[in-house]
């Protein structure tokens, strides 16, 4: 059983429910341990994100929660931290207050240039995705889909995060080849040169299980032939639910925990008394 999840959304952001509330989810799941990670305000206008003005509420809120649920469950401090490709960089609000945090995710969720307010992106719509490759890469998924791979092996490598966020949502529209075709070499390579670069940074990649449940089909991310080239390389994984209402709390995690052991893992890992450690899957 997973006992975990480190991707959950709140009111603070995108998410349905109240910290609280999905802590009490979290607790009636069975987890002994979880983190709370908001997506972090971002340096221009949007309506999916937290405000900067709320960080010090959102922090003292989670010690608050913190305190009184701790004889039930070990909470901890994070944040979904955005990498920009056009910048190849993160918010400096982000970097000033990454410290305060106790893990980190990053992920990528933009597509084009955010030094304006008419950001597109990769999860909203696919006519706004599809106008942004249109407008900033030649209409070319090919071009953007390598800027993506290579920006997630920039940003891993320089930021080292605790968890790699969904490692390939840029399918997120792909649903039937729409867009492209994942079976291509050059689609492929990408993604195992990105797989390097991981390794290499050390950092844990999350199988996250929250997408199907927003957008049935999708399936999780990282897509099902990608675990096993993880398992090959040993890299570290945590399994996080991406939850954004209490119903997402641990969506999925029964069949993903049994798939991971069919690609060869044997355990995922945790935030035990503020140390990632190893836990063993299927117990
Ligand atoms: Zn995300
Ligand atoms: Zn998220």
């Not at 999860?123 to 995705?129: A, I, K, R």
């Not at 080239?229 to 639910?241: A, M, N, Q, W, Y």
Request: with cysteine; proline share 3%.
């Amino acid at each position: 059983m997973i006992r975990s999840n480190y991707h959950i959304h709140s009111n603070y952001c995108d998410g349905k429910n109240s910290l609280e509330d999905m802590v009490l989810a979290g607790i009636n799941a069975g987890f002994i341990s979880m983190g709370l990670s908001s997506h972090m305000s971002l340096p221009f206008k949007n309506d999916w994100t937290m405000k900067e003005d709320d960080l010090e509420k959102y922090l003292f809120e989670l010690s608050y929660l913190k305190k009184k649920y701790a004889s039930f469950i070990e909470l901890y401090y994070g944040l979904e931290i955005d990498y920009f490709l056009d910048r190849k960089d993160i918010s400096i609000f982000s970097k000033k207050n990454m410290l305060k945090l106790d893990y980190t995710i990053m992920s990528i969720h933009s597509i084009g240039s955010t030094f304006s307010d008419k950001v597109s992106y990769i999860d909203e719509s696919q006519d706004d995705f599809l106008r942004a490759i249109r407008k900033f890469y030649d209409n070319s998924p090919k071009k953007f889909i390598q800027n993506y791979y290579d920006g997630i092996a920039n940003m891993v490598i320089t930021f080292k995060p605790d968890i790699l966020g969904h490692l390939d949502l840029i399918k997120k529209y792909n649903q039937s080849n729409a867009i492209f075709d994942d079976q291509e070499k050059w689609y492929r390579k990408s993604v195992i040169e990105c797989l390097e670069v991981v390794k290499e940074s050390g950092i844990m990649v999350e199988i996250n299980t929250g997408a199907n449940l927003r957008v049935p089909g999708v399936g999780r991310y990282p897509s099902d032939w990608i675990i096993p080239e993880l398992f090959k390389r040993k890299i570290p994984i945590t399994v996080s639910g991406d939850s954004h209402s209490i119903e997402g709390i641990s969506y999925d995690f029964e069949e993903t925990e049994a798939f991971l052991m069919d690609c060869g893992y044997k355990e995922y890992g945790m935030l035990i008394k503020g140390q990632w450690e190893m836990q063993p899957l299927g117990k």
